[in-house]
C-alpha cells in the first residue's frame, strides 16, 4: 500500500476552507493509502505563539480531526514535536539546500514584505515540511494550491540528495482536490479562507453555531447580476459559493449551476447555509464527546509509538549515508 503524509498548523481556528481543502480530503484517501497525519506544532512556533493556547489548538485539531472521520484504525495520528528525528533530519536536508531556493518561496518572500523580523524558523521551514514528508518514505501529500510549492522544493532536495548519496529517498508527488483546494474568503474573496482571520467575519469555523454560519453566509459579497454562475474572475463571490456547495454535495460545479438556475441569490445562499449546517452539525456533536475524553491521548500515544521507530530507522539510514555517528571501516 503506497504511503502518503500531510498536517496541519495548530494555528488559528479550522474553518471550512481547512475541511473542505484538507480534512475532507484525508477521509477519503485514508482508506487507499497507509496514511500519516500529524498536528505540525513544530511549524506553528515560527510566530510566537502563546504556549497555553498553542497546547490547547493542539488538542482542538487532533478532536476535530477524529470529528470529522479520520479514523485511527485507518491512519496514524501524531503529533509533529513529539518526534525528534523530524528536527534532526531537517538539519541534513538544510544542508543539501540552497539559499536560492529558499529565498524564491512565495510565503517568504509575502512576508518578509509584511514583517522585517521573520524567524529564521520561518525562513527554513519548508526544510523541515520536506523531512515531515521523506521521514515516512511518502509517495504521496495532499495540500492545498498553496502548497504546492513546497511539494516541489521537497522534490528537488530528494533529488539532490539521491543523487549525492545514492536512492536513500523516496520521492514524493502532490494530491491536489479538483474543487475546493482554496475556498476564498466570504468578505473578500479574492483571497483565501484564513484560519488566521482574527475577526473571522469572512471566515466559518467549524466550531461556528448554526446562528452564525448562516448570519456569515447570508452577508456573504456577491455582485448585482443576481446570476448563479461559476466566473472566478467576473463574479468571484458567488464562484466561491458554488465551489462550497459543490464540494460539500459532491455535486460538479455544472450540476450546481443548473440546480440553481432558476433561483436568486438570496435562495442560493440560504442553500449553502443549509448544506454547511447539515454537514458541520455532526462534526461539532463527535468533538464535543471527544475534547474532554481520554481517546485523544490514547491516539496520539498510539500514533507516536508507531512513527518514532519508522523515523529511527530512515534517520540512522540517512545519518550513514551522509557520514554520521561511529561507524566501523
Known amino acids: 500500500m503506497k504511503k502518503l503524509v500531510s498536517g496541519i498548523k495548530p494555528t488559528g481556528e479550522l474553518t471550512l476552507g481547512s475541511y473542505i481543502g484538507a480534512v475532507k480530503q484525508y477521509i477519503e484517501l485514508q482508506k487507499e ?7 505540525a506544532d513544530l511549524h506553528a512556533i515560527t510566530k510566537y505563539q502563546d504556549p497555553k493556547e ?3 489548538k493542539t488538542k482542538k485539531i487532533v478532536a476535530l480531526y477524529l470529528a470529522c472521520g479520520l479514523d485511527p484504525k485507518q491512519a496514524t495520528i501524531y503529533l509533529q514535536s513529539e518526534n525528534p528525528y523530524h528536527s534532526h533530519l531537517s538539519w541534513i536536508l538544510s544542508c543539501n539546500t540552497y539559499l536560492g531556493e529558499l529565498n524564491r518561496m512565495t510565503q517568504y518572500k509575502d512576508q518578509k514584505i509584511k514583517d522585517s523580523n521573520l524567524s529564521v524558523g520561518f525562513y527554513t521551514y519548508p526544510v523541515l515540511m520536506a523531512a ?3 521521514m515516512y518514505d511518502a509517495e504521496y501529500v495532499p495540500v492545498g494550491e498553496d502548497q504546492v510549492q513546497h511539494v516541489e522544493l521537497a522534490r528537488d532536495i530528494v533529488q539532490r540528495f539521491n543523487k549525492k548519496y545514492g536512492n536513500k529517498l523516496i520521492m514524493p508527488e502532490s494530491i491536489v482536490p479538483k474543487i475546493g483546494a482554496r475556498i476564498k474568503d466570504l ?15 469572512g471566515s466559518i469555523l467549524l466550531l461556528d453555531d448554526e446562528k452564525i ?5 447570508m452577508s456573504a459579497i456577491t455582485d448585482s447580476d443576481n446570476l448563479i454562475k461559476y466566473d472566478v474572475k467576473n463574479k468571484p463571490g458567488i464562484s466561491n459559493l458554488i465551489t462550497i456547495y459543490s464540494s460539500l454535495s459532491d455535486l460538479s460545479i455544472k450540476e450546481v449551476e443548473t440546480e440553481f438556475i432558476d433561483k436568486n441569490y438570496g435562495e442560493f445562499k440560504t442553500a449553502v447555509a443549509d448544506k454547511i449546517v447539515e454537514v458541520l452539525k455532526p462534526i461539532q456533536d463527535k468533538y464535543y464527546e471527544y475534547i474532554n475524553s481520554d481517546m485523544i491521548d490514547e491516539v496520539l500515544d498510539q500514533g507516536i509509538k508507531k512513527v518514532t521507530v519508522i523515523a529511527q530507522k530512515k534517520c540512522e539510514l540517512i545519518a550513514k549515508a551522509v557520514g554520521l555517528g561511529r561507524q566501523k571501516c
Not at 493509502?33 to 498536528?39: N, T
Not at 454560519?213 to 453566509?217: A, D, I, M, S
Open 33 to 39: 493509502y497507509d496514511s500519516y497525519f500529524f498536528v
Open 54 to 56: 498553542l497546547r490547547e
Open 132 to 134: 515531515d514528508i521523506v
Open 187 to 201: 468578505q473578500e474573496p479574492t483571497k483565501k479562507m484564513s484560519k488566521s482571520d482574527g475577526e473571522c467575519k
Open 213 to 217: 454560519v448562516r448570519k456569515k453566509v
